[in-house]
């Protein structure tokens, strides 16, 4: 008999702990404030993998003022989509180092039918691929909820809400830019427009799964194991 989703997600950890797998690469894909950071940052704690988030690359290259960063910062705030060559070249460089460790967990890229393709052209020169692509979905009105009450610790980059998982008094949070409500809406639009598009890729090969972003973390945390657990570990 299979585990049940609502096994609780420290059960869940403890029996993850105890497996071995050779080399895991995720793709975890979803609307803007549907949890993917969120969950990356747990996956890759509980499953011992690097979480790279693009998003994250280029807020910190903004925030140190690197060149890359002074390129993208303007796109980021108007929450417009960075260029292809700029995103690619930039895991193209992470790449090389990811798959000599346990696997990675990428989110918020692909983001688009071209960057999933140049995925897999990067991972297949090394023998890897995309083991699995879960899907978390959110509707659109709840995503500006989400976005409005989102707010990140500058110092450890840990997610938090005001609401659903409200920040310890003595955190030092802050406030993305581009979570004002008309980025978020052209965010929305963005990802109608060149994400879903995308889901087919993964969808065709049997690699997509979809979870209800609109549990709560933890629920969510426990079905994407359940999830990995049967497929990557099968
Ligand atoms: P969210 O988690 O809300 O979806 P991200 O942190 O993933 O946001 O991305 C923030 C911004 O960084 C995006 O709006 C976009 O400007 C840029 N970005 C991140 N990943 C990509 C990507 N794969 N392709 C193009 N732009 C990206
Ligand atoms: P994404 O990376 O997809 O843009 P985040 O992980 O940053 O999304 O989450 C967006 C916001 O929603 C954050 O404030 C986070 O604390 C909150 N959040 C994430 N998952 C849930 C959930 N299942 N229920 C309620 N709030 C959540």
Redesign the pocket.
Known sequence: MGLKLNLNYEVMTSLYLSVNSDFMFLVMI??????????AKRLAETLGLSHVSTGEIFRQNISRKTELGLRVKELLEDGTLVPDDLTIELVQDKIDQLVNGSGAIF??FPRNLEQAKALDDMLLLHDKGVDLAPL?NLSDSNIIE??T???TDKDTGK???LI??PPPDNANVEQRSDDKRDTVLRRIEDYHQSTVPMLAYYDDRDLLCEID?????D??TTALLEVIRGRVFA
């Open positions: 979803g609307p803007p404030g549907a949890g993917k950071g969120t969950q989110d918020g978390i989400r976005l009450g989102r707010r997610i938090y809400h659903y998982d972003g609109d549990n709560t973390i629920q969510v």
